[in-house]
């Protein structure tokens, strides 16, 4: 069994609009593979969306993204049903400049 209790992660990559899904790695595992993000609600500084899973293991739950000027941060909240256990992905990503700019 892997331990994600405090797994950290940093990355550097170019993220667009329609991307911020994306930046939650935890829907890589193999027990989230049949999941994705539907978007189902969005305002100037955010976007809510709903955690949709199609293997019949009742696994549930949503994301909500607060967007600024500067960064936007991210949550990703799980429930596996049948295992009674709650998880959750938290994501900061700071605006370093344009996409392509490469400059440090």
Same mark, same amino acid.
């Given at each position: 069994d892997k331990n994600l209790s405090y797994a950290l992660r940093r990355e550097r990559r170019c993220v667009g609009p329609d991307d911020v +899904? +994306? %930046?939650?790695?935890?829907? =890589? /595992? /193999? +027990?989230? $593979? /049949?999941? $994705? %993000? =539907?978007? *189902?609600?969005?305002? *100037?500084g955010g976007a809510t969306y709903d955690l949709i899973c199609t293997g019949g293991h009742g696994r549930s739950g949503a994301a909500r993204w607060q967007f600024a000027e500067d960064r936007l941060r991210g949550e990703l909240n799980v429930t596996l049903r049948g295992k009674n256990t709650t998880l959750y992905q938290r994501v900061t990503a700071m605006r370093l400049g344009e996409c392509g700019d490469r400059s440090e």
């Open positions: +899904s +994306s %930046l939650f790695w935890m829907l =890589e /595992d /193999d +027990s989230l $593979r /049949d999941c $994705r %993000l =539907e978007k *189902v609600g969005a305002t *100037v």
